[in-house]
């Protein structure tokens, strides 16, 4: 079986690329050539059936990515079904299992069995899990073995954090917030414990061979990402840039599709500066980032402050956001939170898309200006974003009125589009 790059590259378009294309702006052979390039990619493990392939890239629109999973002490296999229905119904394109403990693997074939949207993995978490959350019982051979079993069990994309190494973790400790990504701290203690280098640098060769054999996309984690905006843009973050710079330049060697994760916390001038060393030092792979949070103030409402950097991640390089739910910082996200993290970085999303001048991106915008003008409610509604919460609202607010030709903003007497109408009518004087 060749990978989806190893195709591209002998000029082939498969199925998987036709799909994801039938969806985009582009034709076929440009998402081809662009995954030849390794500047897009189409994560479709073939053992992953009910999975409809989907594109990343800046060639194409802006994917949205929604985290779930249980945690040691929250939630459960209903919930996390119940999860992913909400995250695939409003319009998120991947969905990430980050489940942790006791019952992750019968939580991750489950999602498997049931999502149509490409499903990502952190094969450290099921195997740090085995070892019983204790790193002297983490063996290289272990966390190999779970990477194995996922990828044959369908898993389309993996998070890997093999760039984060033991130079690296001395610069991570002097920072006000030090190591806040999960993944990365286990292996920062890892390598600490064992006096060794991050196991999945040292058998990288060997992830690669999975990898390739099931065409499972590397997703590049940030084991070093800042936590807040003190720490954005420090010498550990650019430090493990750089070692994947060199991960993609391998990957890519070997057939493997690869994105990159990206930050974290950044303040909004730096996130263009961030965007552009990120494609410059991995040579335009796929840039998926988290957020980034523009402001550390606001729990509670961090699906907005996260969403603010998104657009303009989004329009200065990133091709898949990852969503930020209200319940960041928090807690972990109910199936409502979720709805409302995908929602709103659907709007970072495709915002960020029209300014960027994404063919065809700004048509339904025009589209809803022509609703408006004729107060058709209800191609408004089946043209808006979330439609649903659309109409409830609209519904709720002129509940008493009896008319069709103005919303209860402004009354009828006030309405400047009924105004502007009757101007219209009269024509020039």
Not at 265 to 273: L, S
Not at 405 to 416: I, W
Request: hydrophobic content about 45%; aromatic content about 4%.
């Amino acid at each position: 079986m060749s990978t989806q790059l190893e195709a591209a590259r002998a000029g082939r378009v498969t199925p998987a690329m036709r799909a994801a294309a039938a969806r985009e702006p582009v034709t076929p052979e440009a998402l081809r050539d662009a995954v030849a390039r390794g500047h897009a990619v189409v994560p479709a493990n073939p053992a992953h059936r009910a999975a409809q392939p989907v594109a990343v890239g800046r060639v194409v629109r802006t994917k949205i990515n929604a985290n779930i999973g249980r945690s040691t002490e929250s939630s459960s296999l209903d919930e996390e079904l119940e999860k992913l229905g909400m995250a695939v119904e409003a319009g998120a394109d991947f969905v990430m299992d980050l489940s942790v403990g006791p019952g992750a693997a019968a939580i991750r074939r489950a999602l498997l069995e049931h999502s149509p949207a490409p499903l990502g993995t952190v094969p450290l978490y099921e195997a740090f899990s085995h070892a019983g959350g204790r790193v002297d019982a983490l063996t290289p051979d272990l966390l190999l073995e779970v990477i194995r079993v996922q990828a044959e069990e369908g898993v389309d994309f993996m998070t890997l954090h093999a760039g984060l190494l033991s130079r690296h973790i001395d610069l991570a400790l002097q920072r006000r917030m030090g190591i806040v990504s999960r993944g990365g701290a286990i292996l920062a203690q890892w390598m600490r414990h064992h006096g060794a280098e991050n196991p999945l640098y040292t058998a990288w060769d060997a992830v690669m061979t999975i990898c390739r054999e099931h065409d499972v996309t590397v997703s590049l984690g940030d084991g070093l990402r800042p936590g807040c905006l003190a720490d954005a843009g420090d010498a550990a973050q650019f430090a493990e840039l750089d070692v994947a710079g060199e991960l993609v330049r391998q990957c890519r060697a070997r057939d493997v599709q690869i994105m990159v994760e990206g930050p974290g916390h950044v303040p909004f001038d730096q996130i263009q500066a961030h965007m552009e060393r990120e494609q410059r030092v991995c040579d335009g792979a796929p840039f998926y980032v988290l957020g980034p949070v523009v402001c550390d103030i606001a729990p509670g409402y961090d699906h907005i402050t996260s969403c603010i950097g998104a657009t303009a991640a989004a329009f200065h390089g990133a091709a898949l956001l990852c969503y930020v739910t209200p319940a960041e910082h928090l807690g972990l996200p109910c199936p409502g939170d979720v709805r409302d993290g995908v929602v709103a970085y659907r709007i970072a999303a495709h915002a960020a898309d029209v300014a960027r001048g994404l063919p065809g991106a700004r048509d339904a915008d025009d589209a809803m200006a022509d609703a408006r003008a004729a107060f058709d409610w209800e191609r408004q509604f089946a043209l808006a974003i979330d439609g649903k919460t659309a109409r409830t609202r609209y519904e709720h607010a002129r509940r008493a009125a009896g008319v069709a030709d103005h919303c209860s903003m402004c009354g009828r007497e006030f309405c400047a589009v009924r105004i502007s109408h009757a101007l219209q009518q009269q024509g020039a004087p």
